[in-house]
Each structure stands twice: as structure tokens, then as C-alpha cells.
């Protein structure tokens, strides 16, 4: 079955309720979500580098579906639903939500020769 992941990059709007805010996402919205069509994992991370990159945290959902785009659909209708339901945080900030279809492998054959420049590049 195909492979796929949905990242969603967060932050927490007010920084006095961080600790309230990964709280409300690690114990109740990702529980909420876990009900997802092809839904097989959900982590979150936070950024080493705050400076660096869109956002304070990423949410990683992974699916197996054959769907990936119906599973995502699911996973956004659940979660408008507990929003209107009064389950949602409005602290939450969203810098950025992508989708991703793990790439096949088996598509391609392997390159039957390297022969590509030694310098790294930029160097």
C-alpha cells in the first residue's frame, strides 16, 4: 500500500502558554486525529534552531493509503470537527501544511555509472 506523510509546521502563538499549548496538542489533538482513514503514526518535533526553519514544531502524520489525499481529507475533517466542538486552542499558529507521497524506489534502476564532479558544491 502506498506510503505517504503530512507535515504540519505549528507554533504557539503566545509564548506564555507554550507549556498549555504542547499540552493541548501532544494529549488532545493528537489523540482527536488518531481516528484518521490510513492514519499509522503521528510525532511531533521541535526545532534545535529556532532561528533556522518555518516554525517552533512539526507535526509528522504518516499514512499508508491508498488515498493519500482522502486520508488527509479525513485527518483535516476530523480536525475542523473538535474545533467546532470547542477542543481547539487559540494559540495555535500554522507556518505551513505539505503533503509528501514516499517516492518508489523500485520505479527507477540504479544509475549504472557515477561519474559526476568530486568538488562539493558551493565549495
Given at each position: 500500500?502506498?506510503?505517504?506523510?503530512?507535515?504540519?509546521?505549528?507554533n504557539?502563538?503566545d509564548?506564555?502558554?507554550?507549556e498549555e499549548?504542547?499540552?493541548w496538542?501532544?494529549?488532545?489533538?493528537?489523540?482527536?486525529?488518531?481516528?484518521?482513514?490510513?492514519?499509522?503514526?503521528?510525532r511531533?518535533?521541535?526545532?534545535?534552531?529556532?532561528?533556522?526553519?518555518?516554525?517552533?514544531?512539526?507535526?509528522?502524520?504518516?499514512?499508508e493509503?491508498?488515498?493519500?489525499?482522502a486520508?488527509?481529507?479525513?485527518?483535516?475533517?476530523?480536525?475542523?470537527?473538535?474545533?467546532?466542538?470547542?477542543?481547539?486552542i487559540?494559540?495555535?499558529?500554522v507556518?505551513g501544511?505539505?503533503?509528501?507521497?514516499?517516492?518508489?524506489?523500485?520505479?527507477?534502476?540504479?544509475?549504472?555509472?557515477?561519474?559526476?564532479?568530486?568538488?562539493?558544491?558551493?565549495?
Open positions: 500500500m502506498p506510503r505517504g506523510a503530512f507535515f504540519a509546521f505549528t504557539c502563538a509564548p506564555k502558554r507554550d499549548y504542547n499540552r496538542y501532544s494529549h488532545t489533538h493528537l489523540a482527536d486525529l488518531s481516528g484518521a482513514q490510513g492514519l499509522v503514526s503521528a511531533r518535533f521541535f526545532n534545535v534552531r529556532p532561528g533556522d526553519g518555518p516554525s517552533q514544531y512539526l507535526a509528522l502524520y504518516e499514512f493509503s491508498a488515498d493519500l489525499q486520508s488527509v481529507d479525513d485527518l483535516s475533517r476530523i480536525a475542523v470537527n473538535t474545533f467546532s466542538q470547542g477542543r481547539h487559540d494559540c495555535l499558529e507556518g501544511l505539505y503533503v509528501f507521497q514516499e517516492v518508489d524506489a523500485a520505479r527507477y534502476k540504479p544509475l549504472e555509472r557515477l561519474d559526476y564532479p568530486r568538488d562539493l558544491p558551493g565549495a
